[in-house]
T-cell receptor
């Protein structure tokens, strides 16, 4: 079974600064998918960024980027120029392969952006 | 497009009562899912449905039943609610015909069992 670990229950950072959220996972699969989901106070789960394990290039979406280290089974999220609207719970998630259809989530990191 | 909708948004039950959580999506997705979210535990999959007429157990199916009524709707039923089922429940859907299956989530239902 796959496991996803987020070792930082809470983090805070000043507005406009850069913050990195950590995620490690355990799997014997070679081709899989990794995700970061954001859950603001409204509770709505929103996909932030995704990474396919077979791609060496780290995914980037505007101010959000990942550092994917396949050998180390690490998948961290970097938020640059943080904004107040980034305040949320962030969940790392794993999908075994494209047809597996099941997401395994980490326990989340509560991120607070301080004005 | 409303995306994924869930009803109700909040519900309080007494132990032993039954209820059905409703979920509908208007994105013509094949796959639908039910998750529960408990403090400090992230989201855990209860049941999922890869297509109309099929359902499969996830990580925590005990105490729940599901019905994939049609392609749009996927309901979750608690036959005899227990305090351990107090949680926030999320429905999600995805298009399994795509190479990459992003899951789209509903706004959640907060359920309290007294």
């Amino acid at each position: 079974a796959q496991t996803v670990t987020q070792s930082q229950p809470e983090m805070s950072v000043q507005e406009a600064e850069t913050v990195t959220l950590s995620c490690t996972y355990d799997t014997s699969e070679s081709n899989y998918y990794l995700f970061w989901y954001k859950q603001p106070p409204s509770r709505q789960m929103i996909l932030v960024i995704r990474q396919e394990a077979y791609k060496q290039q780290n995914a980037t979406e505007n101010r959000f980027s990942v550092n994917f280290q396949k050998a180390a089974k690490s998948f961290s999220l970097k938020i640059s120029d943080s904004q107040l609207g980034d305040t949320a719970m962030y969940f790392c998630a794993f999908m075994k392969h494209a047809n597996d259809e099941k997401l395994t989530f980490g326990t989340g990191t509560r991120l607070t952006i301080i004005p | 497009n409303a995306g994924v909708t869930q009803t109700p948004k909040f519900q309080v039950l007494k132990t032993g009562q039954s209820m059905t959580l409703q979920c509908a999506q208007d994105m013509n997705h094949n796959s639908m899912y039910w998750y529960r979210q408990d403090p400090g535990m992230g989201l855990r999959l209860i049941y999922y449905s890869a297509s109309e007429g099929t359902t499969d157990k996830g990580e925590v199916p005990n105490g729940y039943n599901v019905s994939r009524l049609n392609k749009r709707e996927f309901s979750l039923r608690l036959e005899s609610a227990a305090p351990s089922q107090t949680s926030v429940y999320f429905c999600a859907s995805s298009d399994r015909d795509r190479v990459f299956q992003e899951q789209f989530f509903g706004p959640g239902t907060r359920l309290t069992v007294l």
